[in-house]
Each structure stands twice: as structure tokens, then as C-alpha cells.
């Protein structure tokens, strides 16, 4: 049975004291209230440490006026040796001297009930004549109840004779309970310790000792613990469930040319298709592109004339320099249109999540900097049922069952589709944008069969399921904010 | 993408229907509008900027009436009037050197349908027409205008008239300068000594585009004959704006009559409404839609989206497409209509049966493993953009070089990349002084450098101990540990260059070869950074060890 760091301490005095003590004397050795005994010795007395047993004690406390009259002599004392010392006869008036008001008629009752005195008339004055000098029994009492008050140790006619005494508020008569500990099992360890140190463990002595218990109910500090960032760790779940789906993850620069970000997607040069967004144009990096010549012919002659795809293209002089020129990626498509030249055969099946870059009005829902995941799956007899299914089974892992199609508008894909997931609380979201290649895409890269592309801005779900209602806190500076951010 | 305001009633009065506005969001979410705002009467919609022929109410109408009723074709009124003849003088050539344009006769502008035209016009010049740089459109009162029209540029204290809004004539000059409009677009025609003006036979001045037309063309509701003019550099982004203007004008009233531009070596007539042909493979509809459709089901979609067809052979179609659908360039752009028009919610998905293998980014399981490390060792990640400025660079690495930098930014904090982590590890030290201590964090993640022209990109480790006492050895355990742990030896070698303080700084070396240093930040530049504790840092380049990641080793 475990004891608590106060109970050891109070077993310890107590075997101190011989195995037996009351309550104010373990208080004085120990310093510490009684008060705070009592409870301690209920709970070591449940777990059989000790007996305690309670006795009322009836004392006698001399109040002030008692005192008093031990030092000076009881008032009947005081006026037998007044009366005595003038002559055996005085004026009652002149006791006054001798007695406080209140103490006159107590006395003369006294001296005349015991024969002491007499009252007489002298020249019309009552007078106090002595008639033989006796002391008073109680006088002893007061001496002996100074020196023993407990009631119980008085013979029965001291308590009796105490009863004047209470009467003329000299004495009065308090209860109190005392209680007192007998020690009947010693506790297994004497010894208390703060900590059990590998010297107590290898020497044994923790044998011998009980270690300080703590209140557990306390809280301790908190850890400043490592974690991994949040965000990031959405994103690592993100690629999980591509994975899982079959999905290859590629890379590509983030300093793109206009070539590979617009150009190869089919977004015309000076025409609102490329402005469907703005771009970063970028200083003191060289112009080329990064792109064998036939490659980069054919994609002139798409944007031209449909570079015989069966398109008109797009019907202007498509300008080398303009494509040539180095840009912030804008959209993470220009890493997926690379793998797949990379790759030309099928199946191709690859998705890039990464950073893209748009000038935008920088607010709580727009960053210039932010994440984008797309995705490509390309094989012999994909179309656009495909492309529901992978959207619908995306949507699905992501934890939203239920997704709806609208038709959109992306200047790389025909057609064009959109996916809205139905949130629990916040409704239909929209989520990706999604298509097939256009054959003005496809045919420069030589690229034969069907390809489907999809692409979600990442950062609108990762803020869902942070619980952020702004773009920049899933890079935040705020070290506390990480600290205390918890996945549930 | 532009978004379009319109009157819900005069929306539904123009397509002949009467439905819910539930319905009619619907209608519209199927022909890509997406319902943004309804306040009152008026909705706003956002559109595709491949249909320019939604961008008013007239064209959203033609669109959910066709969607909902199905057409027979488009055929536009043309009045019995002769051609209006225009003359293009040479002179324009250097400088805005094609017009087109047209006249509707017999319109009926109620308020909203003037609207609708600024609105239109406005959409039009901010997509097509680049700004008005490649096109911009005029649209007068032809009853107060004087036939032949005569396009040609002047010196612009060579003539002068009253402009829209104005109350006086002003000459060319002070048109540019004294006028919103003329402030506006002056980047257009400030270089050139001589700007591009439509007059009439009368010699007056019309217009001078593509800035501002004459007070005395403006068109009112009481207007009953239009003219509109498209100049710009580009032919078929004003021809684009001319039909898009005319087909949108007449699908409340009117009849077009043509103009006959006349250059010095030829003529064109002009709107060009003629309805062009696209052949649709039946097998291409099957292949990118996956739908089993039968030819006339496909008519019966097709004619939904307003296109009229009939078959070619037995494996094509042959589909007419109206002067306002520019978008259609290939037979793919149909395949969309069809889908479109057969509802993509009515399609079954199917998950593609196509055998592949998941893989990570070569490298992620490094990056997985360091990242481990670093936790391991108590550090919390951070993670910062990629985009900084060379200001903070400066600051932090005593002096930048490399770093590719943004030329026209959007906000001084975001103007160029990280060419080091170590700035971004400061700034959040730096903003986190009050917080508990020891703070020990780390980042993971791409920095770009530009070498000879060329930008390259390195994945860096950086890792940042601050506390109110912090050793050399503290870090540098930090390093020791990782690289144990990822089987490298570790060489420290000193160097004696800030950040660091001198003597408490070590270049760190791999296989005998430097990927980076760590050290105790210069007090200098914890002030700075307002960092008021001391901080051991350490920054490596690990591009070169990603290849560590791979499962057996030789």
C-alpha cells in the first residue's frame, strides 16, 4: 500500500515517539497544524498503520479575572488581612480599597457564611469586625486547578468546591477531543525519495525506500516535440492515394519557357486562351528552348494551321521568340506535357504535384506561389467515361462520395470538364478541372493515343482539411500555430 | 474568364422561355456559365473566353433557347439596302491598317439592350481585342452619319471634333490628353505622328479609333439604324468582334446591311456571316466520348447546340457551323457540344482498366528518411514559399548572387526565388522571438540558382537551433547524427565567413565534397533578424545524395 509523502513523515514521528502520541504533539514535532493530523490519521488508520482513538477531555481554564485573584489573593483573603491589619474593625465603605465593586458583596458573603466576620453598627456606619482570621478552601483550588485542569483527575469534592468558582467567572469549564495515534504496522520503507536514480536501482536500496508519489491529476509541461508540417503531410497523403491508383509522380522546373508552359499546351500566342492567366516574366535567364526542332516545328505548324491534325489551328504567325521566353511555370500541365513526350508510349500514367506561380491580388484566398496537382493517364481506348471514372475514384479516396460533372473550359483539353465533391458541411466544392488532349497537343509530341488530364488546385482541399480560412497560414511563420495544430 | 451581368426576364423574354431560375442556372451550367451572384432582377455569370458569343444577354439567350427548344439553323435578316461603300486611305497602313464593319437596320433599343451593347463591346475589347490594341469597335447612329465612309489617319492638329461626353471639339492631341479614354488607350497611338480617324462624305469626323467616337454618332434608345466599325492590326480578331457584335444585335431586331471595304489593291464585304463546314467522324464521336450514339441521335444533340447537320456518308457528318461559334476548330470542339448537349451527369464513368505501377519522385524516399531524422531529433518543419526577394537574401546571406528574379512583381516581399533556405529559417526565427524556447526547426525543399543563364534547381536541408544558449557542437551534432544515420562520413572543415562567427563555423564535406556549412549566426545579424537568442544553423545542398534512397546498395 502506497503512502503519500505527509503520512510516511507522520509514521515516521510517530515511531519517533515511542509508537504512541496525540494529535499535539505529533503537531509540534512535525510543525504542522493539527488540523491537518486528523485527516492523516483516518487515512492511515484505513490502511491499518494505526489505531486511533478519541477521549473527550473537560478542563478547567482560569479566565483573567482568575488570574487575577491567584496573584492578588482571592477577594475574602484580601479583605480578612485588610480587616486584620486596621485594627479587626472597619467601615464597609473602606473595603473598596481592598476589593473591586464587584468582588465586595461576594466576600462579605463569603466571611459571613463561614463565620469570619460579623457586620455591626458602629457611629451609624455598618462595619466588618473580624472575628477569627480563616482561609478560604478555594484559594487551594484555584492554586491546584492552575496546575491541573483535567477534570477527571479532581476528587469529587474539588469539582464540587469548583463550582463557586465557575460561578464567579474565575474558572471555566472547556471540552476538548483529543486524539491519539498507536503505530500497530511499521511502513515497509522508511526512506522517501524525490528519484529513483540508476545508484538506488544497482545498490538495492530502493529496497528500502518509497519514492515521493506525485499528484498525478497535476498537469506537466508540455513538449516542444518535432513534428512534420501539416500541409506537407496532406500533400504526402494526396500522392498516397495517386499511388495507389496506379500513378508514376514527375518533376519538372519550376523556371519554365513559354514553350513547354503555353506553347506545346496549344494556348495561342497573344490570344485569351494564354491569358486564360497572367505570368511571371523572369530576368537574367537565357532565352531557348529546350526542345528538338521537329518538336518545336510542330507545334508552330498546330498553332498556324492545326498542323495537319484536321484543325484550322489557331490562324497567325506563331513567333519563336515569344515561346522562347523564360517564365515562372504557371501551371504544373507543363511538367505533365513533358512527361508524356518523354514517355510517348503507352500506357502513360504519371502526375506532377508541385508549386505554380501567377500574378494575382495577393489575399486570403489568392498567393501568387501555390500547390497544383495534375494528372495524366494516357492508353489506346481512353475517353471520357475513363476520365469520370479516375475523378469519381479520386473524389472517392479524398473521402467525398458523391461528385458531379459540369462542362468547362481549358484551352489545352476537348472537351472540357469540371468535377465538383460534395463537402459535409460546406456543400459542393469545386475541385478539378479535367479533359482530353486536344489533337493539336497531341500530334506534335507524336503521341497516338488518348490522354486524359486532370488537375486540382491542391491548396483549396489542404485549407478544407486544416480548418484554414486563409491561402498563406499553409506556410505559415507562426511557430505555435504548429506546435499546437493537431491532425483530429 | 469575363463574366456577364444580365436582366433575368429580358434573358428569358429573348429566348422565348419561361422557367425557374434553378432551371435556368442549370440550362446554364450545361453551356459552361457558371451562376456567380443573383442580386434582384440581375445575374451574374462567369463564361468561357472561348465563346465570346456569350458575352452579353443576347448570346446567353440564343444559347439556353437552343438548349432548351433545339433550332433549325442560323439565319440572319439582311435588309435590300446596297452596300455602304468605306474607302481605306494608305495611310493608315503603317499604323492601324484594317477596318470592317456593318449597319442593322431597323433596331429597337430599349434601355437594357443598350446596356447589353457596352457590355458586349466592352467584353469583346478586353479579350479579342487585346485591350483595343488588336481590335476595337465603334457603334454609331447611321442616321446622323453621311455615306461614303472614309477611313484614313491625320496629324492630330489636323482635325478636330466633339467627343463622346464632351461638350467641345477637341483636336487630336488634347483628346489623348484631356479624356479618360484618350488616357487610357494613348499607349496605342502615342508613337505615331498621325492618327487613324472614320469620317463621312461630309468630311466630318466620326470616330478617332480606337480611342473615343464623336458626341454626335451616340447612339440612344430612340437610335433606329446602327453602324459599327471594327479597326484593329489583326483581321481575324475584327472580324471575330464584328460578328459577335451583329449576331448579338439582331437577336433582338434589326437587318444587316453590308459595307464594302474598299483598300487601295482590294475589296472586302464585310460582316462576313457565311456559315462554315466541319466534317464530324461518327467513329471519332464514339472514340472520345465513349457514347454508342446513333447518327441521328448525334444530329438531334448537335441541333440542341445550335448546329445544323446531316450526314455525309455513312461514317461523317457534315455540321454547319453559325458565324458566332469561333470556337469551333476542330471535329473535337463538336464531340464537347455533343456531350454538352447529352448532359455529362448522364454519362456512366468507368474506372480505365490500364495496369500500372504507383512510384514516388526519385528522391522522395531520401526526402522521407532525412525528414524522419529531423523529427527524430526534436526539430518541427516548416515550410516557407519559394518565392522571396533579393532584399531578404541580401540581408541574411551578406550579399546574393543568382538568385532569378521576377520582372514585374506584384508585391516587392515576392519578387524573386530562393537561392537558400537559411533567409526564410531566419524570418521565422525572427517572428517567433516570444515564443517558447528551444525552438528548433527545419525545412526541406528547392532552391534556384541562376549559372551562366541557366536556372538550376537543388534541394536543400536547412535546420536552425535557437535557444537561450546554443553551442557550435550544438548543430554540429545535429549534422553528425543525420549522416550517421544515413551511412555518410562527415568531414567539418573550418571556414571563416558570415553568416557565422569567426572560429565557430565549419564547412561541411561528403565524400570530399563541400554541399554546405553551419555555425553560430553572427549577432549582427540575430539583431537584425530581431532574434534576441542565439541560434546554430546549418544549410547543405543534398541534391547529390538523393541517389541514397535506393532500397540494395552496392
Same mark, same amino acid.
Given at each position: 500500500?502506497?503512502?503519500?509523502?505527509?503520512?510516511?513523515?507522520?509514521?515516521?514521528?510517530?515511531?519517533?515517539?515511542?509508537?504512541?502520541?496525540?494529535?499535539?504533539?505529533?503537531?509540534?514535532?512535525?510543525?504542522?497544524?493539527?488540523?491537518?493530523?486528523?485527516?492523516?490519521?483516518?487515512?492511515?488508520?484505513?490502511?491499518?498503520?494505526?489505531?486511533?482513538?478519541?477521549?473527550?477531555?473537560?478542563?478547567?481554564?482560569?479566565?483573567?479575572?482568575?488570574?487575577?485573584?491567584?496573584?492578588?489573593?482571592?477577594?475574602?483573603?484580601?479583605?480578612?488581612?485588610?480587616?486584620?491589619?486596621?485594627?479587626?474593625?472597619?467601615?464597609?465603605?473602606?473595603?473598596?480599597?481592598?476589593?473591586?465593586?464587584?468582588?465586595?458583596?461576594?466576600?462579605?458573603?463569603?466571611?459571613?457564611?463561614?463565620?469570619?466576620?460579623?457586620?455591626?453598627?458602629?457611629?451609624?456606619?455598618?462595619?466588618?469586625?473580624?472575628?477569627?482570621?480563616?482561609?478560604?478552601?478555594?484559594?487551594?483550588?484555584?492554586?491546584?486547578?492552575?496546575?491541573?485542569?483535567?477534570?477527571?483527575?479532581?476528587?469529587?469534592?474539588?469539582?464540587?468546591?469548583?463550582?463557586?468558582?465557575?460561578?464567579?467567572?474565575?474558572?471555566?469549564?472547556?471540552?476538548?477531543?483529543?486524539?491519539?495515534?498507536?503505530?500497530?504496522?511499521?511502513?515497509?520503507?522508511?526512506?522517501?525519495?524525490?528519484?529513483?536514480?540508476?545508484?538506488?536501482?544497482?545498490?538495492?536500496?530502493?529496497?528500502?525506500?518509497?519514492?515521493?508519489?506525485?499528484?498525478?491529476?497535476?498537469?506537466?509541461?508540455?513538449?516542444?516535440?518535432?513534428?512534420?508540417?501539416?500541409?506537407?503531410?496532406?500533400?504526402?497523403?494526396?500522392?498516397?492515394?495517386?499511388?495507389?491508383?496506379?500513378?508514376?509522380?514527375?518533376?519538372?522546373?519550376?523556371?519554365?519557357?513559354?514553350?513547354?508552359?503555353?506553347?506545346?499546351?496549344?494556348?495561342?500566342?497573344?490570344?485569351?486562351?494564354?491569358?486564360?492567366?497572367?505570368?511571371?516574366?523572369?530576368?537574367?535567364?537565357?532565352?531557348?528552348?529546350?526542345?528538338?526542332?521537329?518538336?518545336?516545328?510542330?507545334?508552330?505548324?498546330?498553332?498556324?494551321?492545326?498542323?495537319?491534325?484536321?484543325?484550322?489551328?489557331?490562324?497567325?504567325?506563331?513567333?519563336?521568340?515569344?515561346?522562347?521566353?523564360?517564365?515562372?511555370?504557371?501551371?504544373?500541365?507543363?511538367?505533365?506535357?513533358?512527361?508524356?513526350?518523354?514517355?510517348?508510349?503507352?500506357?502513360?500514367?504519371?502526375?506532377?504535384?508541385?508549386?505554380?506561380?501567377?500574378?494575382?491580388?495577393?489575399?486570403?484566398?489568392?498567393?501568387?506561389?501555390?500547390?497544383?496537382?495534375?494528372?495524366?493517364?494516357?492508353?489506346?481506348?481512353?475517353?471520357?467515361?475513363?476520365?469520370?471514372?479516375?475523378?469519381?475514384?479520386?473524389?472517392?479516396?479524398?473521402?467525398?462520395?458523391?461528385?458531379?460533372?459540369?462542362?468547362?473550359?481549358?484551352?489545352?483539353?476537348?472537351?472540357?470538364?469540371?468535377?465538383?465533391?460534395?463537402?459535409?458541411?460546406?456543400?459542393?466544392?469545386?475541385?478539378?478541372?479535367?479533359?482530353?488532349?486536344?489533337?493539336?497537343?497531341?500530334?506534335?509530341?507524336?503521341?497516338?493515343?488518348?490522354?486524359?488530364?486532370?488537375?486540382?488546385?491542391?491548396?483549396?482541399?489542404?485549407?478544407?482539411?486544416?480548418?484554414?480560412?486563409?491561402?498563406?497560414?499553409?506556410?505559415?511563420?507562426?511557430?505555435?500555430?504548429?506546435?499546437?495544430?493537431?491532425?483530429? | 474568364?469575363?463574366?456577364?451581368?444580365?436582366?433575368?426576364?429580358?434573358?428569358?423574354?429573348?429566348?422565348?422561355?419561361?422557367?425557374?431560375?434553378?432551371?435556368?442556372?442549370?440550362?446554364?451550367?450545361?453551356?459552361?456559365?457558371?451562376?456567380?451572384?443573383?442580386?434582384?432582377?440581375?445575374?451574374?455569370?462567369?463564361?468561357?473566353?472561348?465563346?465570346?458569343?456569350?458575352?452579353?444577354?443576347?448570346?446567353?439567350?440564343?444559347?439556353?433557347?437552343?438548349?432548351?427548344?433545339?433550332?433549325?439553323?442560323?439565319?440572319? #435578316?439582311?435588309? &435590300?439596302?446596297? +452596300?455602304?461603300?468605306?474607302?481605306? %486611305?494608305?495611310? @493608315?497602313?503603317?499604323?492601324? !491598317?484594317? $477596318?470592317?464593319?456593318?449597319?442593322?437596320?431597323?433596331?429597337?433599343?430599349?434601355?437594357?439592350?443598350?446596356?447589353?451593347?457596352?457590355?458586349?463591346?466592352?467584353?469583346?475589347?478586353?479579350?479579342?481585342?487585346?485591350?483595343?490594341?488588336?481590335?476595337?469597335?465603334?457603334?454609331?447612329?447611321?442616321?446622323?452619319?453621311?455615306?461614303?465612309?472614309?477611313?484614313?489617319?491625320?496629324?492630330?492638329?489636323?482635325?478636330?471634333?466633339?467627343?463622346?461626353?464632351?461638350?467641345?471639339?477637341?483636336?487630336?492631341?488634347?483628346?489623348?490628353?484631356?479624356?479618360?479614354?484618350?488616357?487610357?488607350?494613348?499607349?496605342?497611338? #502615342?508613337?505615331? &505622328?498621325?492618327? +487613324?480617324?472614320?469620317?463621312?462624305? %461630309?468630311?466630318? @469626323?466620326?470616330?478617332?479609333? !480606337?480611342? $473615343?467616337?464623336?458626341?454626335?454618332?451616340?447612339?440612344?434608345?430612340?437610335?433606329?439604324?446602327?453602324?459599327?466599325?471594327?479597326?484593329?492590326?489583326?483581321?481575324?480578331?475584327?472580324?471575330?468582334?464584328?460578328?459577335?457584335?451583329?449576331?448579338?444585335?439582331?437577336?433582338?431586331?434589326?437587318?444587316?446591311?453590308?459595307?464594302?471595304?474598299?483598300?487601295?489593291?482590294?475589296?472586302?464585304?464585310?460582316?462576313?456571316?457565311?456559315?462554315?463546314?466541319?466534317?464530324?467522324?461518327?467513329?471519332?464521336?464514339?472514340?472520345?466520348?465513349?457514347?454508342?450514339?446513333?447518327?441521328?441521335?448525334?444530329?438531334?444533340?448537335?441541333?440542341?447546340?445550335?448546329?445544323?447537320?446531316?450526314?455525309?456518308?455513312?461514317?461523317?457528318?457534315?455540321?454547319?457551323?453559325? !458565324?458566332?461559334?469561333?470556337?469551333?476548330?476542330?471535329?473535337?470542339?463538336?464531340?464537347?457540344?455533343?456531350?454538352?448537349?447529352?448532359?455529362?451527369?448522364?454519362?456512366?464513368?468507368?474506372?480505365?482498366?490500364?495496369?500500372?505501377?504507383?512510384?514516388?519522385?526519385?528522391?522522395?524516399?531520401?526526402?522521407?528518411?532525412?525528414?524522419?531524422?529531423?523529427?527524430?531529433?526534436?526539430?518541427?518543419?516548416?515550410?516557407?514559399?519559394?518565392?522571396?526577394?533579393?532584399?531578404?537574401?541580401?540581408?541574411?546571406?551578406?550579399?546574393?548572387?543568382?538568385?532569378?528574379?521576377?520582372?514585374?512583381?506584384?508585391?516587392?516581399?515576392?519578387?524573386?526565388?530562393?537561392?537558400?533556405?537559411?533567409?526564410?529559417?531566419?524570418?521565422?526565427?525572427?517572428?517567433?522571438?516570444?515564443? !517558447?524556447?528551444?525552438?528548433?526547426?527545419?525545412?526541406?525543399?528547392?532552391?534556384?540558382?541562376?549559372?551562366?543563364?541557366?536556372?538550376?534547381?537543388?534541394?536543400?536541408?536547412?535546420?536552425?537551433?535557437?535557444?537561450?544558449?546554443?553551442?557550435?557542437?550544438?548543430?554540429?551534432?545535429?549534422?553528425?547524427?543525420?549522416?550517421?544515420?544515413?551511412?555518410?562520413?562527415?568531414?567539418?572543415?573550418?571556414?571563416?565567413?558570415?553568416?557565422?562567427?569567426?572560429?565557430?563555423?565549419?564547412?561541411?564535406?561528403?565524400?570530399?565534397?563541400?554541399?554546405?556549412?553551419?555555425?553560430?549566426?553572427?549577432?549582427?545579424?540575430?539583431?537584425?533578424?530581431?532574434?534576441?537568442?542565439?541560434?546554430?544553423?546549418?544549410?547543405?545542398?543534398?541534391?547529390?545524395?538523393?541517389?541514397?534512397?535506393?532500397?540494395?546498395?552496392?
Amino acid at each position: 500500500m502506497s503512502l503519500s509523502q505527509s503520512e510516511a513523515q507522520l509514521l515516521e514521528c510517530l515511531k519517533k515517539l515511542g509508537g504512541q502520541a496525540n494529535a499535539s504533539q505529533l503537531s509540534s514535532e512535525l510543525k504542522l497544524p493539527e488540523s491537518s493530523i486528523f485527516p492523516l490519521s483516518n487515512l492511515l488508520a484505513t490502511k491499518g498503520f494505526v489505531n486511533v482513538t478519541e477521549t473527550l477531555h473537560e478542563n478547567y481554564i482560569l479566565t483573567e479575572e482568575g488570574v487575577y485573584c491567584l496573584r492578588n489573593g482571592l477577594p475574602e483573603t484580601r479583605m480578612l488581612n485588610f480587616i486584620s491589619s486596621h485594627g479587626g474593625s472597619v467601615p464597609l465603605k473602606s473595603l473598596a480599597s481592598v476589593l473591586k465593586p464587584n468582588e465586595v458583596s461576594a466576600a462579605i458573603g463569603w466571611g459571613r457564611k463561614s463565620g469570619a466576620i460579623t457586620i455591626e453598627k458602629r457611629d451609624n456606619l455598618p462595619n466588618a469586625l473580624l472575628k477569627h482570621k480563616q482561609k478560604s478552601e478555594l484559594e487551594e483550588l484555584l492554586y491546584k486547578l492552575k496546575a491541573d485542569g483535567e477534570k477527571s483527575s479532581l476528587s469529587p469534592l474539588d469539582q464540587a468546591l469548583s463550582q463557586p468558582l465557575i460561578e464567579r467567572g474565575l474558572v471555566i469549564l472547556r471540552e476538548r477531543t483529543e486524539i491519539v495515534l498507536q503505530m500497530i504496522r511499521e511502513p515497509e520503507s522508511a526512506t522517501i525519495l524525490n528519484a529513483l536514480t540508476s545508484d538506488l536501482i544497482r545498490s538495492g536500496k530502493w529496497k528500502g525506500s518509497i519514492l515521493r508519489p506525485y499528484d498525478v491529476t497535476a498537469s506537466p509541461p508540455s513538449l516542444k516535440i518535432g513534428k512534420k508540417h501539416p500541409y506537407l503531410q496532406f500533400l504526402e497523403e494526396a500522392k498516397e492515394i495517386l499511388f495507389d491508383m496506379g500513378f508514376e509522380e514527375t518533376s519538372g522546373p519550376y523556371v519554365e519557357n513559354e514553350f513547354w508552359n503555353f506553347d506545346a499546351l496549344f494556348q495561342a500566342q497573344e490570344h485569351p486562351a494564354r491569358a486564360v492567366h497572367d505570368n511571371f516574366q523572369l530576368k537574367g535567364i537565357t532565352p531557348i528552348i529546350d526542345a528538338p526542332v521537329a518538336l518545336i516545328q510542330a507545334v508552330k505548324s498546330a498553332h498556324e494551321n492545326g498542323g495537319g491534325t484536321g484543325s484550322k489551328g489557331w490562324g497567325y504567325s506563331w513567333n519563336i521568340d515569344i515561346a522562347k521566353r523564360p517564365v515562372l511555370r504557371t501551371q504544373t500541365t507543363a511538367v505533365s506535357v513533358r512527361s508524356l513526350f518523354d514517355r510517348r508510349t503507352p500506357p502513360v500514367k504519371t502526375f506532377c504535384l508541385s508549386k505554380v506561380f501567377r500574378p494575382d491580388l495577393i489575399d486570403s484566398r489568392h498567393m501568387v506561389e501555390f500547390g497544383q496537382l495534375d494528372g495524366i493517364l494516357g492508353d489506346h481506348g481512353i475517353n471520357v467515361k475513363h476520365l469520370l471514372g479516375i475523378l469519381t475514384e479520386f473524389g472517392k479516396q479524398l473521402g467525398f462520395n458523391e461528385i458531379k460533372f459540369t462542362p468547362g473550359y481549358f484551352p489545352f483539353t476537348e472537351p472540357s470538364i469540371e468535377a465538383y465533391v460534395k463537402h459535409p458541411k460546406l456543400g459542393w466544392i469545386e475541385c478539378l478541372g479535367s479533359g482530353l488532349f486536344r489533337p493539336e497537343v497531341l500530334a506534335p509530341l507524336g503521341i497516338k493515343f488518348p490522354v486524359i488530364a486532370w488537375g486540382i488546385g491542391i491548396d483549396r482541399l489542404a485549407m478544407i482539411r486544416l480548418g484554414l480560412d486563409d491561402v498563406r497560414e499553409l506556410n505559415t511563420l507562426n511557430l505555435e500555430a504548429l506546435r499546437e495544430w493537431r491532425w483530429w | 474568364m469575363p463574366t456577364v451581368t444580365f436582366d433575368i426576364d429580358d434573358l428569358m423574354k429573348l429566348a422565348g422561355i419561361s422557367i425557374t431560375r434553378e432551371a435556368l442556372i442549370e440550362i446554364l451550367s450545361s453551356l459552361k456559365c457558371e451562376a456567380e451572384l443573383e442580386i434582384g432582377a440581375k445575374m451574374t455569370v462567369e463564361v468561357t473566353s472561348d465563346r465570346p458569343d456569350f458575352f452579353s444577354c443576347e448570346g446567353l439567350a440564343r444559347g439556353v433557347r437552343l438548349y432548351a427548344k433545339g433550332g433549325k439553323g442560323y439565319f440572319p #435578316k439582311h435588309s &435590300s439596302s446596297a +452596300p455602304i461603300q468605306l474607302y481605306v %486611305r494608305p495611310s @493608315v497602313s503603317e499604323i492601324r !491598317p484594317f $477596318i470592317v464593319a456593318a449597319a442593322i437596320h431597323d433596331v429597337q433599343l430599349s434601355n437594357e439592350a443598350m446596356v447589353q451593347i457596352m457590355q458586349l463591346q466592352e467584353k469583346l475589347h478586353n479579350t479579342y481585342g487585346s485591350k483595343r490594341f488588336k481590335a476595337s469597335i465603334g457603334v454609331y447612329n447611321l442616321d446622323n452619319m453621311q455615306p461614303d465612309m472614309i477611313y484614313e489617319a491625320l496629324p492630330p492638329e489636323d482635325f478636330s471634333f466633339v467627343p463622346l461626353e464632351e461638350s467641345r471639339r477637341m483636336d487630336g492631341r488634347e483628346i489623348l490628353r484631356d479624356t479618360a479614354k484618350g488616357r487610357e488607350y494613348s499607349p496605342i497611338l #502615342k508613337s505615331f &505622328s498621325k492618327y +487613324p480617324l472614320l469620317k463621312d462624305s %461630309r468630311g466630318t @469626323v466620326l470616330s478617332m479609333p !480606337p480611342i $473615343i467616337n464623336s458626341e454626335e454618332t451616340r447612339v440612344s434608345e430612340t437610335t433606329r439604324n446602327l453602324f459599327i466599325d471594327v479597326t484593329g492590326t489583326d483581321e481575324k480578331a475584327i472580324n471575330l468582334c464584328l460578328n459577335v457584335m451583329v449576331t448579338s444585335i439582331l437577336e433582338r431586331s434589326g437587318k444587316v446591311q453590308k459595307v464594302e471595304v474598299n483598300y487601295k489593291n482590294k475589296k472586302v464585304v464585310t460582316p462576313i456571316l457565311g456559315k462554315t463546314k466541319q466534317l464530324l467522324n461518327l467513329a471519332t464521336v464514339k472514340a472520345v466520348s465513349g457514347l454508342s450514339l446513333k447518327p441521328d441521335q448525334i444530329i438531334k444533340l448537335l441541333n440542341r447546340m445550335g448546329f445544323e447537320s446531316r450526314p455525309a456518308s455513312g461514317k461523317q457528318l457534315e455540321v454547319t457551323i453559325p !458565324p458566332y461559334r469561333v470556337d469551333i476548330i476542330h471535329e473535337v470542339d463538336l464531340v464537347e457540344d455533343i456531350i454538352m448537349a447529352f448532359g455529362l451527369n448522364n454519362m456512366h464513368s468507368e474506372f480505365p482498366a490500364v495496369a500500372s505501377i504507383g512510384k514516388p519522385l526519385f528522391g522522395s524516399k531520401f526526402r522521407s528518411r532525412v525528414r524522419d531524422l529531423m523529427v527524430g531529433m526534436g526539430f518541427q518543419e516548416i515550410s516557407t514559399y519559394l518565392l522571396s526577394n533579393k532584399a531578404l537574401e541580401d540581408k541574411a546571406l551578406c550579399g546574393v548572387t543568382g538568385a532569378v528574379e521576377i520582372e514585374k512583381p506584384i508585391s516587392s516581399e515576392y519578387s524573386a526565388i530562393r537561392t537558400s533556405l537559411l533567409p526564410k529559417l531566419l524570418l521565422f526565427l525572427g517572428n517567433n522571438a516570444h515564443v !517558447p524556447y528551444p525552438q528548433r526547426i527545419f525545412e526541406y525543399g528547392d532552391v534556384v540558382k541562376v549559372v551562366n543563364g541557366v536556372a538550376v534547381t537543388s534541394t536543400q536541408l536547412a535546420a536552425a537551433i535557437s535557444d537561450y544558449k546554443v553551442s557550435f557542437e550544438d548543430i554540429q551534432a545535429v549534422a553528425l547524427s543525420l549522416f550517421k544515420n544515413l551511412s555518410k562520413e562527415i568531414e567539418f572543415r573550418p571556414i571563416a565567413r558570415e553568416p557565422f562567427i569567426d572560429g565557430r563555423a565549419a564547412a561541411v564535406f561528403i565524400d570530399d565534397k563541400k554541399i554546405g556549412s553551419l555555425g553560430e549566426i553572427y549577432p549582427r545579424l540575430l539583431i537584425d533578424f530581431r532574434i534576441d537568442t542565439p541560434v546554430g544553423m546549418m544549410e547543405l545542398n543534398l541534391s547529390s545524395l538523393l541517389s541514397l534512397e535506393s532500397l540494395f546498395r552496392g
